[in-house]
């Protein structure tokens, strides 16, 4: 079993940046491919970014390519996500989550273990 807890969301105007952290207690993360998600109210959860065990290889949804970045800590239970140039559209509760199979990095249901979310509003 993983749990995993994230941090660093807040309040921020647009163009400014924020680094959200994902911590996992039970198992070390490089098991497992990571992965962020972001939910908006009225909308389906939807794919942001993902990273191999390794960290090697990073994907991310074409609306964030060049502004968020997808890291692996130097400690193995932690995963981050810098995101700069932020726009309102990005306001939403972000989620992390660890993958065991890897089969489908972009799909929610993909994923076994999920965190509670942060809260990340961007305001114009």
């Known amino acids: 079993q993983v749990q995993l807890a994230e941090s660093g969301g807040g309040l921020v105007q647009v163009g400014g940046s924020l680094r959200l952290s994902c911590a996992a207690s039970?198992?070390?993360?490089?098991?497992?491919?990571m992965g962020w998600f972001r939910q908006a109210p009225g909308k389906e959860r939807e794919f942001v970014a993902a990273?191999?065990?390794?960290?090697?290889?990073?994907y991310y949804a074409d609306s964030v390519k060049g502004r968020f970045t997808i890291s692996r800590g130097n400690a193995k239970d932690t995963v981050s996500l810098q995101m700069n140039s932020l726009k309102p559209e990005d306001t939403a509760v972000y989620y992390c989550?660890?993958?065991?199979?890897?089969?489908?990095?972009?799909?929610?249901?993909?994923?076994?273990?999920w965190g509670q979310g942060t809260q990340v509003t961007v305001s114009s």
């Open positions: 990273i191999s065990r390794r960290g090697s290889t990073t």
């Open positions: 039970g198992r070390t993360l490089s098991s497992y491919i």
């Open positions: 989550a660890a993958d065991r199979s890897g089969n489908s990095y972009s799909s929610p249901i993909a994923y076994d273990y």
